[in-house]
């Protein structure tokens, strides 16, 4: 999935609001894995780095909610170890992202003319590519670290939220409270951030609540690809990459740090829809 | 005929023809426990971990290029894998000048190469001439030349291999299949024809290699020139081998047991393990050379200080690491050479972390708040950058030994990068802890590879003695002397805490119940000269 592939919904698909329920257990996802991030200590069994030998590759049960891995080291205590790695870089990439695409934006659409022409191929040029593929070309010139890692990731997204943005922009400008502003002498900066930035906020916004979503599974996927972490720290893809060397004994050692990108992303991308439906122009 | 591995009709047809004319001359075979007596014809499929890029053994250093190539190329001398004696093979016997300088070697008759042409002395000139050529790029072949200034034919059966400075280990590089012979003509296309196919005098020649994908090997006709140690003379019994690339561990396991290969190379211990349990034989040997070895740079502050290597030698714990990783399939090193490397000599001591931590205690780095040693302020701490992804589960090592040494507080920041950082780091000097093995049957490797730069990845150990002493070494074919040089060499590496032996790298080679007759070459790696299906 892209964020180009979240944000585009067909025209003619039926709004269908989100059962309650949806919204209400992707909420609690997103707490437990907020929790995590923030005290991974006090919710992990034991200490990620651990190694027991002699309880390599336990299955699940066994003292071991979710197993351990080849070194013996608890699986479960990893992922929420994890979760800091992967939610942060996530979270970094998108205002990253974020920050960068809606200035973009701003700029593209408030200076017709050459600037957008030229702002917009480049960001015509940026969104032929898969964001993946961007990010891993990022990633390669400035090498791997969860910095680096955010840096690559929010880059490739940077592109979507200036086309979005910019689009925002030549709408509201049209408005005419923007066009009675203008008309009454408010300078281009407080016209940006009074008029302009307080009605496109929304869209960007709902958009910043899917990307993080994506931007999770990008760098999972990075992570998974060998860019991640040093070691023994270990964010989702990693753990996920780590399994597969013994997917046939130990099922669980892959599967469960992919269940836990999963369900994040989902609930990232169920409460990022709802909120697109709320605050999205229609 | 065009070699179709998708033609069973005919590939049947050849052994069970075979096996009637063989049924007619030999004692019947058992019919239920199999035959005793090997069967020629077949095919037999393996599945491999790594493609060596490229098939010439002159040219690639790849392991990968040995296992097939060995098959197809014959060399001057043989290594026999039981003892590591040096044996005639294309060579009948040979002479070496006391300063191993100069090499002579008097031709077996009768030999030729698959295309047709002699085994003759001037071959012999044109494949080293040709190894020893920059413009080949050796990558390892050449280094084993080191020093070589030309070969000399004297007479229609005589070479004389020269050498500017002494070069003991010579013979027994000249048993590999690096320094195999190949026919001069397949020279002509230049080194990328080579890497598609070669042609020597071995009992196969290639038939097909399609990159990343399979290597097929097809028995040649007329084959009298095996070495002794082998178990047969004559053709090889089967009649194709087909090398197919998995890179995958899972996937080899699991094709050998579906039954869509007959064997599976390079088996991941855990995966040895199970394959066993469920009836499959698991062959295994012992690899010739470098044991798997931590080293510590002992040029670099504080690690210059000898009682700080000793403590993190103790401080490894080597069984622990076999155990857990490799299920005892692999097994502690006893020295830097395997045991199966000539010149061994077992010179490891139990590794305790009481006994490591008093002796930092000792040497004055008092263990801080974090738990982590540190004297005037700077952390105790190793970086090791070594290269991923890795094989064997060296990943998983390096986890292993940061927790073990962070027990007795010593702080390892682990580095996994590109192979090609690695190297570069090292060629720099600028490295902390590193790790290698280093794949070859003679103790000359410890100098090819920690004193020069010629085995491509050097953690080179800059230390007087240890480099007299394989100096010494390399200068003499008189083997007493030389067991005695590596045996002081060993001891010196093991008393300096210069290298950390961790493990012996073990090739396991599960089959099904029908392979029969595998051997090991002297290096560790699978042939399949002897090799025949019982079917």
Redesign the interface.
């Known amino acids: 999935m892209t964020l180009l592939a979240a944000l585009q919904r067909r025209p003619d698909a039926p709004r269908r609001r989100m059962p309650p329920a949806t919204l209400i257990g992707s909420g609690l996802v997103l707490l437990t894995v907020l929790a995590c991030v923030v005290m991974p200590d006090l919710l992990a069994p034991h200490p990620p780095?651990?190694?027991a030998?002699d309880a390599?590759l336990l299955p699940p049960g066994h003292g071991h909610l979710l197993g351990t891995d080849?070194?013996?080291r608890d699986l479960l205590s990893r992922i929420i170890h994890g979760s800091r790695l992967s939610v942060l870089v996530g979270a970094a990439a998108t205002l990253l992202a974020l920050v960068a695409g809606t200035l973009v934006g701003l700029v593209a659409g408030l200076f017709d003319g050459a600037v957008d022409a030229v702002l917009m191929r480049f960001v015509d040029i940026m969104l032929a590519f898969p964001a993946l593929l961007l990010a891993l070309g990022a990633i390669a010139v400035l090498g791997s670290s969860p910095t680096r890692l955010a840096i690559a990731v929010g880059v490739s997204n940077i592109a979507t939220f200036a086309r979005l943005v910019r689009g925002d922009v030549l709408r509201v400008r049209t408005r005419p409270y923007v066009m009675a502003a203008t008309v009454s002498g408010v300078r281009p900066a407080g016209l940006l951030l009074r008029h302009v930035l307080p009605n496109i906020g929304g869209p960007a916004l709902s958009l910043a609540v899917l990307g993080f979503g994506v931007a999770m599974l990008e760098s999972s996927s990075l992570s998974f690809l060998?860019f991640g972490p040093?070691?023994?720290a270990a964010d989702w893809g990693m753990l996920a990459a780590?399994g597969r060397?013994?997917?046939?004994?130990a099922w669980w050692l892959s599967t469960f740090p992919g269940v836990a990108v999963a369900i994040t992303v989902l609930a990232t991308t169920a409460l990022g829809r709802a909120a697109q439906d709320r605050l999205a122009v229609q | 005929m065009r070699l179709g591995i998708r033609r069973p009709v005919r590939a049947l047809a050849i052994p069970a023809v075979a096996a009637l004319i063989l049924a007619g001359c030999s004692a019947p075979s058992e019919p239920s426990g199999g035959s005793a007596t090997p069967r020629p014809g077949g095919t037999l499929t393996l599945a491999t971990d790594s493609d060596p890029g490229c098939l010439d053994p002159h040219q690639s250093p790849a392991a990968a290029a040995l296992l097939t190539g060995r098959g197809v190329v014959d060399s001057l001398v043989a290594q026999d894998p039981g003892n590591g004696a040096l044996v005639p093979w294309l060579a009948e016997s040979w002479t070496v000048d006391p300063r191993a300088t100069a090499y002579t070697f008097t031709l077996r008759t009768g030999v030729t190469f698959s295309d047709g042409s002699p085994v003759a002395p001037a071959a012999v000139k044109a494949n080293f001439d040709r190894i020893a050529d920059p413009a080949t790029k050796s990558l390892l072949a050449a280094g084993m030349l080191a020093g070589y200034t030309g070969t000399t034919v004297s007479g229609d059966r005589t070479v004389v291999v020269r050498f500017s400075r002494p070069n003991a280990g010579f013979l027994q590089a000249a048993s590999t299949a690096f320094l195999g012979l190949q026919a001069p003509a397949s020279f002509a296309a230049g080194p990328q024809a080579t890497c598609r196919t070669i042609v020597g005098s071995g009992p196969f020649t290639v038939a097909e290699y399609v990159p990343q994908q399979r290597i097929a090997l097809a028995r040649r006709a007329g084959y009298r020139w095996a070495p002794r140690f082998a178990a047969h003379q004559g053709d090889a019994f089967l009649e194709k081998v087909v090398v197919t690339i998995a890179s995958d561990?899972?996937v080899r396991?699991?094709s050998l047991r579906s039954g869509q290969i007959d064997a599976a190379g390079a088996v991941?211990p855990?995966?040895a393990v199970?394959l066993e349990r469920e009836g499959f034989p698991v062959h295994r040997r012992e690899q010739a050379g470098i044991a798997y070895s931590l080293f510590v740079n002992s040029v670099k502050e504080p690690w210059d200080d000898v009682a700080l290597r000793r403590a993190v030698s103790r401080a490894i714990d080597t069984a622990?690491i076999v155990?857990?990783?490799y299920q005892d399939r692999y097994t502690r090193a006893g020295s830097v050479l395997t045991p199966t490397t000539p010149g061994y000599l077992a010179t490891s001591t139990q590794p305790t972390a009481t006994e490591a931590a008093r002796m930092l205690d000792a040497a004055g780095w008092p263990v801080g708040a974090d738990g982590i040693r540190s004297r005037a302020g700077k952390r105790l701490s190793l970086r090791w950058s070594y290269v991923?992804?890795a094989r064997e589960?060296r990943?998983?090592l390096?986890?292993?030994v940061?927790?073990q040494l962070r027990a007795v507080g010593v702080e390892v920041?682990?580095?996994?990068a590109p192979v090609g950082d690695v190297i570069a780091s090292q060629s720099r000097g600028d490295w902390e802890m590193s790790d290698i093995s280093f794949l070859r049957a003679d103790a000359d490797v410890l100098r090819t590879v920690l004193q020069s730069s010629a085995g491509g990845r050097p953690p080179i150990i800059p230390d007087g003695t240890l480099a007299d002493a394989l100096a010494a070494g390399a200068a003499t074919t008189e083997p007493a002397v030389r067991e005695d040089s590596y045996h002081r060499a060993q001891q010196r590496i093991a008393e300096q805490a210069l290298a950390i032996p961790v493990y012996n790298p073990t090739y396991l080679l599960a089959v099904n119940k029908a392979v029969r007759g595998i051997a090991f070459d002297a290096q560790g790696l699978p042939q399949f000269y002897d090799t025949w299906v019982d079917r």
């Open positions: 780095d651990a190694v030998p390599a080849e070194l013996g060998g040093r070691p023994p780590a060397a013994n997917l046939a004994e | 561990n899972g396991s699991g991941a855990r995966d199970a622990q155990k857990t990783l991923s992804p589960q990943d998983l390096a986890q292993l940061q927790q920041l682990l580095d996994p």
